[in-house]
C-alpha cells in the first residue's frame, strides 16, 4: 500500500487469501461457511452502527492509524473481497491479480490499482461498482416483495438503531437461488430494481416456489423478505431443503438483525430458532447460538432467567444428546467443536445432568484421575464454576498454575468469568492485572468478568479505579479500546451511559475514542430494544 489510507487492501486481502489457502488444502473444512461467523457476522454487526467508518479511511498521520486496526478494515475488507471473487468469478479473478503483482511487483499501490487490474480482466466496471462499498460506511438493507413471477427490490441503508431516511445508494451484486435449484445474478443500480424470475420458478408447485436472495451470503447486505417469502424459506428450512449450510446461516441471521432494529419481531426470532434444532453444521448453530446469546444478555436486565433456561435448554438438547460426551470414529472436527458448544449451552442453562457430569470430570482431572478432551477442557471449566463455588474456583486455579500450556492457561482465564458470586468475580479482576497474567490476556479476562450479570458493575468499577494503570499498559493501543468496550457495550439504562459519558469527559483517551462512541450507541440501541420487545419476550418465555 501507498499509504495507510489503503490499510485494508493489506490487511482485508491478507484476510481473504487466508480463507482462500485452507479451503484449497482442506475443503473437508467447510472453512468458507465459518468465514461467515467469524469474520462477515462481526463486520455487518459493527457496520449497522452510525459511528462505523468506511473501509478506506483518509488518514493525514501514522499516529491515527490504530484506531482503524479493527473489523471494519480486517473483516468488511476481507467480505468485500469474497463479493468480488464471487462476482467476477475465479478466472478473471486470478488473471487479474497475477497482472496487478507483476505489474507492481517492488512497488507501492492504491485501491485503485486493484480496481483497474480487475476492470481489464473481467470487462467489469469494477471501479464503479466498489467505489461505494469502500468510501463511505455502512451497507445495503433489501427489502423484497414477490409479485407473481416477479420481484421487486428496493434498497436503503441497513441501520442498527432505525429506519434510514438517507441517500445512500450502492451497487449490488445480487444473487438468487430458487427451489428448483436454478441460479439468476443481477446488479442493482438503482433505488428500486424488478427482477424477473419467471424461468427459476416455472413448473413449480405452489409453496414450493421459494426464491432466496444472497446465495451462499457471498454479498454484503441484509435481505428483508415480504411476508410470504419468508415463511416459504422456513418452510423449506424446517423440511431440510436448504441444502446449503450457507443459505440457513443467512436466513436465521437476517431476521435476527432486523428484528434487532425494530424491523421484526424477537419473539419470531425465538420462534424460528426453534426450526434449527435438527441442525447439523457447527457454523450455523455458532451463529444461532450468539445471536441468542444477545438476547440473553438483553434478558439479563429482566426478570426472567428461568424461563430464559428452560427455552436453551429445550433448544440444545437433541444436538448435545446426539453428539454425546465422547468422541466417536470418524465424525469431523466441526463435530467436536459443536459438541462443545451445545454442552456449553446446556450447562449454561443449568441442566443438572450436563452440570454434575461437568464438575464431576473437572475433579477427577485436576485430581489426575482422568483426562479431559481438550476441546472440552474449556467447556467443562466453565459449566463447572458457573453452577459451582470457591472450592470449583481454587480447582481451576491449580490447573493455571500446574500448567506451562499457554492454551491450557487461557481455557482456564476464560473460565474465571463464569464464577458465581460477586467475591470470586472480584478476585478476577484483581488476577487479571497480577503478574501471572500476560496483559494481552486480562483484556478478555475483564471482559468476561464485564459479561457476566452479576459482574458487569464490578467491571466497571474496576476499569475507573485502574485506568491510570491500563492507559499505561496499553500505551493507547487497541487493546485498551477493547477494554472499554468490554466494559460498557452491555450497559442499557441512561444513567449508566451518563455515568460513562462524564467519566471519560474527565479521563479522555482519544486512542479509545471510535471504540467508546460504538459502544455507547450499542448501550442506546439495547435500550430501545428491551423497550420495544421486552414485554413480548417474556410473556413468550413465560409461556413456554
Known amino acids: 500500500m501507498e499509504w495507510w489510507t489503503s490499510l485494508w487492501l493489506n490487511e482485508g486481502f491478507a484476510s481473504w487469501i487466508e480463507y482462500l489457502c485452507v479451503d484449497h488444502c482442506f475443503p473437508e473444512w467447510d472453512i468458507w461457511t465459518q468465514f461467515l461467523y467469524q469474520d462477515m457476522a462481526r463486520a455487518l454487526s459493527l457496520d449497522a452502527l452510525e459511528s462505523s467508518h468506511p473501509v478506506e479511511v483518509p488518514v493525514g498521520h501514522p499516529a491515527e492509524v490504530d484506531e482503524i486496526f479493527d473489523i471494519i478494515s480486517y473483516s468488511k475488507g476481507c467480505s468485500l473481497i469474497r463479493t468480488l471473487h464471487g462476482f467476477l468469478g475465479e478466472e478473471a479473478f486470478r488473471k487479474a491479480l497475477k497482472a496487478y503483482l507483476t505489474k507492481h511487483k517492488y ?3 492504491v485501491t485503485e490499482d486493484l480496481w483497474a487490474a480487475l476492470d481489464e480482466a473481467s470487462g467489469e466496471e469494477v471501479g464503479v461498482l466498489m467505489d461505494g462499498w469502500t468510501k463511505k460506511m455502512g451497507y445495503p438493507l433489501l427489502s423484497v416483495t414477490r409479485k407473481g413471477t416477479s420481484l421487486e427490490v428496493t434498497q436503503r441503508r441497513f441501520l442498527a438503531s432505525k429506519e434510514s431516511t438517507g441517500d445512500e445508494l450502492w451497487r449490488v451484486p445480487l444473487s438468487l437461488l430458487s427451489a428448483s435449484g ?7 443500480k438503482g433505488r428500486s430494481e424488478t427482477i424477473d424470475i419467471s424461468s427459476m420458478v416455472e413448473g413449480a408447485a405452489a409453496g414450493q416456489d421459494w426464491v432466496k436472495l444472497n446465495v451462499n451470503q457471498t454479498g454484503f447486505y441484509r435481505v428483508r423478505y415480504d411476508a410470504s417469502m419468508l415463511e416459504s424459506l422456513v418452510t423449506a428450512l424446517k423440511a431440510g431443503a436448504l ?7 443467512g436466513v436465521q441471521s437476517d431476521v435476527f438483525a432486523l428484528a434487532r432494529c425494530g424491523l421484526g419481531s424477537t419473539v419470531d426470532v425465538l420462534k424460528l430458532f426453534r426450526a434449527y434444532e435438527s441442525e447439523t453444521d457447527y457454523t450455523v448453530w455458532a451463529d444461532v447460538s450468539a445471536n441468542f446469546g444477545t438476547i440473553r444478555a438483553l434478558l439479563s436486565h429482566r426478570d426472567c432467567r428461568r424461563s430464559l ?8 438438547q437433541a444436538t448435545a444428546a446426539r453428539l454425546g460426551w465422547e468422541k466417536k470414529d470418524g465424525e469431523s472436527h466441526l463435530d467436536s467443536m459443536l459438541r462443545g458448544l451445545a454442552l456449553g449451552a446446556l450447562g449454561k442453562a443449568g441442566d443438572e445432568p450436563t452440570v454434575a457430569e461437568a464438575t464431576k470430570r473437572l475433579k477427577a482431572f485436576a485430581g489426575g484421575e482422568d483426562e479431559i ?6 467447556v467443562v471449566y466453565g459449566i463447572a464454576l458457573s453452577h459451582g463455588d470457591e472450592s470449583i474456583y481454587d480447582l481451576i486455579m491449580s490447573i493455571f498454575d500446574k500448567t506451562d500450556m499457554q492454551e491450557e492457561r487461557e481455557r482456564c482465564m476464560r473460565a474465571l468469568g463464569n464464577a458465581p458470586t460477586k467475591e470470586l468475580l472480584e478476585r478476577t479482576l484483581q488476577f487479571s492485572l497480577s503478574p501471572k497474567v500476560r496483559s494481552q490476556d486480562a483484556v478478555f479476562v475483564i471482559g468476561g468478568v464485564a459479561a457476566n450479570p452479576k459482574g458487569r458493575d464490578l467491571a466497571w468499577e474496576f476499569l475507573k479505579e485502574k485506568w491510570t494503570q491500563l492507559v499505561e499498559t496499553y500505551n ?30 474527565a479521563n479522555p483517551s482519544p ?34
Do not use: P
Request: net charge negative.
Open 107 to 109: 512497488a507501492n499501490t
Open 182 to 188: 436454478k441460479q439468476m445474478r443481477v446488479t442493482m
Open 243 to 249: 441444502t446449503s449450510a450457507t443459505d440457513r446461516f
Open 309 to 316: 433456561d428452560a427455552y436453551s435448554r429445550a433448544l440444545f
Open 373 to 378: 478432551s481438550a476441546d472440552l477442557r474449556g
Open 476 to 505: 493507547g493501543g487497541f487493546l485498551l479500546s477493547r477494554v472499554v468496550s468490554s466494559c460498557v457495550a452491555n450497559f442499557i439504562t441512561e444513567e449508566e451511559e451518563v455515568a460513562v459519558r462524564t467519566f471519560f469527559d
Open 511 to 544: 486512542a479509545i475514542k471510535r471504540a467508546l462512541d460504538q459502544a455507547l450507541e450499542t448501550v442506546q440501541n439495547n435500550r430501545s430494544w428491551l423497550a420495544r420487545d421486552g414485554d413480548a419476550l417474556v410473556a413468550f418465555l413465560n409461556a413456554q
